[in-house]
């Protein structure tokens, strides 16, 4: 895409993503929770909860929060039982937009869901609107000056799927969503180190935002973000914001 930066959009959004660090262990001791109630308490065969908690170590999650989350999940110990929910939409500029919930209450999720749309100019859409645009993978986002040649040889040994070079000069290394943790694992023994890194739904398809789109579309990404039993948000809006 002419004049966007991969590299920069990253890494504005991992900054983004730190400064609301304070909710990322509610978010995962859900995730951990319901992967721990569907696969099982064990992540050796559970792939959907070792992504969980190798999630909640990385953000230094106390082991004992951990495994409480894991007992709660396997039935163990009591807890609140989370039903998940995908909705669906459109942002600014006909940006696609995935939301994923967990919720102990799916009559009050979609009407903040629905509500944050409608607030911030989105369009709140039916399941399945947008979905077909995304897809289901891990991707590893390496810094431009990066040797290109060693680490697609490194990545697919390890079994990554695809590595892509973006015009910034860094490149992504894209995996299937439950083998992200064995490729990172294997490409930081052979010597490369992600600066991010993720499990997400990727867009096919981005859609470039620039001026007072962008910031408007950040917003409506905000408000929907802060909703309490929103666990992630998709989209294939590329912010360029104003500095």
């Given amino acids: 895409m002419a004049g966007h930066s991969k590299w920069a959009n990253i890494q504005h959004r991992k900054g983004r993503q730190d400064a609301k660090r304070g909710k990322i262990f509610t978010r995962l001791i ?3 929770t319901v992967a721990a109630r569907l696969g099982g308490g064990d992540p050796g065969t559970n792939p959907r909860l070792r992504l969980a908690t190798d999630k909640a170590y990385e953000n230094n999650m106390p082991k004992d929060t951990v495994e409480r989350a894991v007992k709660r999940g396997s039935g163990d ?3 609140v039982n989370y039903e998940e929910i995908r ?5 600014i500029g006909g940006a696609a937009i995935i939301v ?3 919720t ?3 009559v009050r999720t979609v009407a903040e869901v629905r509500h944050a749309f ?5 369009n709140f859409g039916t399941e399945g609107s947008v979905a077909f645009l995304f897809k289901h993978c891990g991707t590893l ?3 431009p000056g990066s040797s290109e040649e060693k680490l697609m040889e490194a990545a697919l040994e390890a079994g990554a799927e695809d590595i892509i070079t973006n015009s910034d000069g860094s490149f992504e290394v894209i995996t299937g969503p439950y083998e992200f943790s064995n490729v990172k694992a294997a490409l930081e023994k052979a010597g490369f180190k992600a600066e991010f890194g993720e499990v997400t739904m990727k867009a096919q398809n981005e859609t470039e935002l620039v001026g007072d789109d962008a ?3 950040q917003k409506l990404i905000d408000a929907i973000e802060a909703l309490d039993d929103v666990q992630e948000v998709y989209t294939s809006a590329v912010l360029d914001l104003p500095e």
């Fill in 104 to 106: 102990d209450n799916r």
């Fill in 141 to 143: 986002l390496f810094a």
């Fill in 100 to 102: 994923d919930c967990m």
């Fill in 30 to 32: 859900k995730e951990i």
């Fill in 87 to 91: 909705y669906e939409g459109y942002g």
């Fill in 77 to 79: 110990l009591e807890g």
């Fill in 118 to 122: 409608s607030k911030y100019g989105g």
């Fill in 215 to 217: 910031v408007k579309m």
